[in-house]
């Protein structure tokens, strides 16, 4: 659910948007006070921000400003003067919206949800895209730790998912037995070299088509194990 700050010193005003939006499924929160509000506008885990502008203590462009030098979270500004909103603007406080008094509560209520719909998607394509390996069939998927064969997921252990990513990523590259098992197993790890060969066996079995002549992971008799491009 989102969470919303008012800041709004007009008790009427605060309530009336207080109640539309909670009707609306919100969580809402008020301030009366400009100082006290971007206080707990910054403490709070608020998901968007309605900020009167004229308020005692400290008022909305100060707020704003203030605000914006550590937060992104939408802020909708509300005005009693039609004059403020080229002030808002000028002044490049970073607010994304503005009302002016008096103002329908339902069309508040949709730009509060145009604005978190809109945030929710700017967040999202932060996130950057999953790292994937592909060779010959094998996908890898880092990030989900994911493995699939000709197109079909397989289960992968920990170890071997390690393994197996540690030994796609560095193709061509022999390993020792002794590098794989100080590579993927921490020093804490009960086991020997012996514990590579049974998981190598293992990620075979689930990716190669004849385990008897492996086209992914090579043996090099008596060095280790190859990646092969
Ligand atoms: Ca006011």
């Known amino acids: 659910m989102s969470r919303i700050l008012i800041i709004e010193d007009e008790v009427s005003i605060a309530e009336l948007e207080k109640d539309y939006l909670e009707l609306s499924?919100?969580?809402?929160?008020?301030?009366?006070?400009?100082e006290?509000?971007?206080?707990?506008?910054?403490?709070g885990d608020f998901d968007l921000l309605i900020l009167d502008l004229m308020l005692p203590g400290m008022d909305g462009f100060e707020i704003c400003r203030r605000?914006?030098?550590?937060?992104?979270?939408?802020?909708?500004?509300?005005?009693?003067?039609?004059?403020?909103?080229?002030k808002i603007w000028g002044l490049g406080l970073g607010a994304d919206d503005y009302m002016t008094k008096p103002f329908s509560p339902s069309e508040m209520v949709a730009r509060v949800k145009a604005h978190l719909a809109r945030y929710?998607?700017?967040?999202?394509s932060n996130y950057p895209e999953n790292e994937i390996i592909?060779?010959?069939?094998?996908k890898i998927d880092k990030t989900a730790r994911r493995v699939w064969i000709n197109g079909e997921e397989k289960n992968f252990?920990?170890?071997?998912?390690?393994?197996?990513?540690?030994?796609?990523?560095?193709?061509?590259?022999?390993?020792?037995k002794e590098e794989l098992f100080s590579k993927i197993w921490d020093m804490e790890s009960i086991g020997d070299i012996a514990?590579?060969?049974?998981?190598?066996?293992?990620?075979?079995?689930?990716?190669?088509?004849?385990t008897a002549k492996p086209q992914y992971i090579e043996t090099i008799w008596g060095v280790g194990y190859r990646f092969k491009m």
């Open 120 to 124: 929710d998607r700017l967040i999202g």
């Open 67 to 86: 605000f914006r030098e550590t937060e992104n979270i939408p802020i909708i500004m509300i005005s009693a003067k039609k004059e403020d909103i080229d």
């Open 25 to 34: 499924g919100f969580e809402v929160e008020l301030e009366a006070d400009g």
């Open 134 to 138: 592909e060779i010959r069939g094998l």
């Open 157 to 176: 252990t920990t170890k071997e998912f390690d393994l197996l990513t540690f030994l796609a990523q560095n193709p061509n590259h022999v390993f020792t």
């Open 195 to 210: 514990t590579v060969t049974v998981h190598i066996k293992k990620i075979r079995e689930k990716i190669e088509f004849n």
């Open 36 to 43: 006290k509000g971007l206080e707990r506008a910054l403490s």
